[in-house]
């Protein structure tokens, strides 16, 4: 494998619940590997310190075992997490790896840069840094090319990509599922299975990760194997699809899924299209067919060639049906407007949940001003004592309404005592307010999981600290 770039970096984090907007990062672990997946220097195994405007989730401190206690004692703030992350984590040519990374721990990290005064997205692209994914690497990997490698099913005959499953199932190193560190020995290890069983599958799905690769092969006006968690289980997660039309808002396309004959959409309406787009919960009539490609995300897509015969029969699709169903989705010139058309009104519809929550939560309201660049740079050389003074005007008023935040989360010593107060009231109205508040959320999630009968004493323990924690910080406790 021949590429642009130094090393791996596989990650993984373990978190206080499973919204990146309002969540922490509270276990990060990775290693760094050479081109041939092996260990270069020793891992990365840290705790981040929780801070007191943060209530964690019950049900996912009982999956990770980590009690915010636990990261106050043996942590370091996030502001130190990032020190070490720009120093000696994030260097040139590395392309970050993780199992199921793109959608949760990147999101995570993007949301950690930002409130903590680092860009969002730099880290993961400026440098030829890069990253990857290797869940749909898998879920290609178990479609197209099987051989070589156990593929687990659950009791009921579904099959199962999870990674302590896969991990079990081809007696792969993985010691404690939820523990970041395991989790990232254990995704190094998978990666490494594949690549010696597939290794024609695993370059080639490496060498188009970027965003301008996965472009030319969506935009090239041909059908292409496509595998993502949208698909059906019971066709491996993959299917072959076709572009529509590009996104108006994003990097990427509309495509249309051909394993569906799509005349009957034809004759629709946009309108009619929308409403047969809309997730139903618990509604059997079919959906539109179609979904959203982002190039940025390192989809597995690949050319239709690969579609042997052994695979075609795997995912139940032949070349036949591709065809047909491709030649009728060309028929209507029209229906890329009608989709565009369709898609507006589903946004128009959506509460545009961005705009939701406290300011620090609203990274996707927009890039940062490039005026305010030189000034994140400032923030990031700021310490106990020089932040005491520091008075920074940003021309993003979301920074300005996070720095207050950022200096009582990491620099709490150095608040005066109006700062003081204001971080309270800012805690009191986080925590408290709303119906049901945070804290009531919390008191019904602990009370959910207390009253579980299949609690071991070590996880009935677990919670009852995670109580004497919410006790703790409750606003108003002095």
């Known amino acids: 494998m021949k590429q642009e770039i130094e090393s791996f970096f596989f990650y993984d984090l373990e978190t206080s619940g499973f919204n990146a907007r309002s969540a922490r990062i ?16 020793e891992p990365v195994d840290v705790l981040i310190k929780m801070t007191e405007d943060v209530l964690p989730d019950p049900g996912a401190i009982l999956v990770t075992g980590i009690t915010p206690q636990k990261t106050i004692s043996d942590g370091i703030t996030e502001k130190e997490f990032l020190d070490l992350f720009h120093k000696e984590i994030a260097t040139e040519k590395t392309v970050f790896i993780g199992f199921n990374s793109l959608r949760f721990d990147d999101e995570f990290m993007r949301h950690l840069h930002f409130r903590n005064f680092y860009d969002p997205y730099e880290w993961h692209w400026k440098g030829n840094r890069s990253r990857w994914d290797l869940l749909d690497v898998v879920r290609m990997t178990r479609a197209l090319r099987p051989e070589g490698i156990e593929w687990p099913v659950s009791d009921e005959g579904v099959p199962v990509n999870k990674l302590e499953v896969l991990a079990k199932s081809n007696q792969l190193e993985h010691e404690s599922a939820h523990d970041a560190l395991s989790d990232v020995n254990a995704t190094i290890a998978l990666a490494g299975l594949i690549r010696s069983r597939q290794p024609k599958l695993f370059d080639y799905l490496f060498s188009i990760r970027k965003k301008d690769e996965v472009k030319k092969i969506v935009s090239s006006g041909l059908p292409f194997v496509y595998s993502s968690g949208k698909y059906e289980n019971q066709y491996e997660k993959t299917t072959v699809a076709a572009k529509i039309v590009d996104h108006p808002d994003k990097q990427g396309a509309v495509v249309f899924d051909l394993r569906y004959d799509p005349t009957p959409y034809l004759a629709m309406t946009a309108k009619e299209l929308a409403e047969v787009w809309k997730y139903k919960k618990d509604s059997e009539d079919p959906r539109l067919p179609a979904k959203t490609l982002q190039y940025n995300r390192c989809p597995a897509i690949a050319p239709l060639n690969v579609l042997n015969a052994a695979s075609q029969e795997r995912i139940n699709l032949n070349l036949e049906t591709i065809k047909n169903h491709h030649d009728a989705l060309l028929s209507d010139l029209d229906f890329p407007k009608k989709i565009v058309e369709a898609l507006r009104m589903l946004d128009a519809a959506r509460k545009p949940s961005s705009n939701k929550g406290y300011p620090d939560e609203q990274l996707y309201n927009g890039f940062l001003p490039d005026n305010d660049r030189q000034k994140l740079q400032t923030v990031q050389k700021l310490d106990a004592t020089t932040i005491a003074g520091a008075k920074i005007v940003f021309g993003d008023k979301r920074l300005n309404q996070i720095f207050p935040l ?41 009370d959910e999981q207390l009253s579980r009968e299949d609690l071991t004493p070590q996880q009935r323990f677990i919670l009852e600290d995670l109580q004497l924690y919410a006790e703790s910080i409750m606003p108003g406790q002095d």
């Open 26 to 41: 509270m276990q990060f672990a990775g290693q760094r590997t050479n081109m041939e997946l092996e260990p270069i220097g």
């Open 406 to 446: 950022y200096k009582a989360r990491n620099f709490s010593s150095s608040l005066t005592p109006e700062e003081y107060e204001k971080w309270e009231d800012y805690r009191t109205k986080k925590l408290l307010s709303g119906n049901p508040s945070v804290m009531k959320q919390f008191v019904l999630a602990l």
